[in-house]
């Protein structure tokens, strides 16, 4: 068992025959993801290795009957993409792209919402499931199948905990990027809420960072709903307020959004907060 | 990107929102002729990308235009917070009555577009959030039907805006979300928005923050960075495609991906030292890119010692130990490197990485402790 993706995923790629797209197709495809098409306007008919490519996402879907899509579609086209994957009845979308703007962002949220389609993203390293399908970026070799449920915030900081966990024999059910940026598509709180549900995830670890409030809401998630044991690290404890540190999101705004108002209120409610990355196995032995 | 005042309250002009009938100057003699021209009091007003001038001696009032210019002359030049002044704006003193907080900006958590006002303008309004937070009125606004009128009401009934500025009030907060929209930004503040004496609304001081990711669609308002306000290791940085915020330690950091290499600071500090900088190169980061970021690191006096933490995933190892070579063969350092590859080509990254006698270190804790060691024995210490 695992969350969101797995052996049933049947996965089409937006932007599949740019540089990105093509090159993480072949990394998925050689993972063992089940990717069936893949979709860039004005060159539908065409192949590329096995796969055969669509001009529009509806097409894709109707010929493949796909039920996920990952977009690798630059900034300025990635917003209609999305629009584009919701419109044409695509259930999981996966956006990869980094910088799309704030405003279109809000858009394309209320868009999905109202016709109830779930977004992972954007600017994410997208999902994880050791050994059966990997929608994204993140290398598939650090990972291994287990009982540990992974949602973060970041990306690298995601493979540096994986990698650390796997390294210490600690497996995965699902590893999940939900993204940096301040308005994305599926939030810590939906996350822990699949985790808690999936019978196979014992444990969950929780990858945060500055910015934002969405810690503290998951904090108290965690205390209100979750049975099973979360243990965290939050990134920025260094960062000096009112400056960006890279990710959109990872700003320090008037006093929200410190780590230590975040990491407060985790232990608040019982979590074990990590001091640093490479700590977070012995605390998932711990608890 | 920040905004001036003046940038802001023009923009605001363009929208139909009222303000001060002002002039920017970049010399004494230039506020003395507006101030003329204006023929009355004046507000000489620093601008500066930075809150707080107006307790640094930043804006001040001048009652004739001789009095502008020597204020002019002793603000301009004048150093706020580490920014020296390089232009005022000369504005006509208004009559205030009243000052108002009216702002727009996203509230993360609801996902949306917020306007929020306050009749407690004029001051730190974090400060107001903080103490009386039940004194800001809020709305949010649907991206599909924009604001609404009768938001601009329930607004305008929330600050106890007498009625006859009613209909001023509407048109302003229409203006400042359609100016806010045309911008991209994701802060557009009017603060204080001043009823006058014969009860008209007046943009007195305005602020706007745009969306970095947007000004792709905004060429005009990217003509408007200032970069004089900017460390110039920032522009350098912004200019490669890097991501790069210096701070005070002596740790050169160099990272790919914002969160690894915010966790990689704090690692820095766990240990017992400090971190120089954030810098992520990014993802699938080039020899080039790798080398312009050396060597801003290695632009920082303080830098004691160098940490590089990369984690492979589109990041190649070889194609980052590339860079560092490169940029060492331009920019030679006697510094202590340490570094630390995972991941993507990480075998090749360290054989490259060989013939530059770094430090080498397996895990993150390793890499940050043998950096702040590194610091502790060098002989400048």
Redesign the interface.
Known sequence: MSILVGKDTRLIVQGITGR?GR?HTEQMVEYGTQVVGGVTPGKGGEWLDQLPVFDTVSAAAEATGANCSIIYVP??FAADAIYEAGDAGIPLIVCIT???????M??V??FLDQRGVRLIGPNC?GLLTPNEAKVG???GH?STPGNVGVV?????????VV?ALSNRGIGQTTCVGIG?D??NGTNFIDVLRMFEEDPTTEQIVM?G??G???EE?AAQFIADSMTKPVVS?I??????PG????????IVE??TGT?EEKIKALEAVGVLVA????QIPDLLSAV | MKLHEYQSKFRFAEFGIPIPKGKIASSPQEAFEIAKEINGPVVVKAQVLVGGRGKAGGVKLARTAQEAEQLAASILGMDIKGFAVKKVLIDPAADIQDEIYLGVT?D??A???VMMASAAGGVDI?EV??TTPEKIIRTHI???LGLLNHQARIIASGIGLPHESWNAFIQIARGLYQCY?SS?A?LAEINPLIITGDGSLLAVDGKMVL????L??HTDLTEMRDTSEEAPAETQARQAGL?Y?K?DGEIGCM?????????T??????FGG??AN?L?IG??AQADKVAAALRIILADPNVKAILFNI????TRGDEVARGILQALEEVPTDLPMVARL???KEEEGRAILAEAHMITAN???EA?QKAVDAVQNSPSK
């Open positions: 990105e090159f900034a300025r980094e910088g799309i703007p704030i405003l279109d809000i858009k949220r209320a390293p970026i993140m290398p650090i973060s915030r970041s990306g690298t900081l995601t493979y540096e990698y940096g301040p308005i990858i960072e500055i934002g409030t969405d809401r690290f990134a920025g404890r260094t960062a000096p400056k960006r540190m890279g990710h959109a999101g990872a008037g006093g780590a001091d640093h990355p490479e | 996203t993360r958590a996902r949306r577009t974090e959030a903080a649907d991206p599909f929209l991209d994701t969306d970095d990711n947007a792709f669609r991501s915020v701070l990272v790919n991906g914002a969160g690894l290499a915010m966790a600071m704090d690692m820095t500090k766990l400090s971190p954030f992520d993802g699938g984690f492979g995933g589109i995972v991941g993507t895990t993150l804790a940050a």
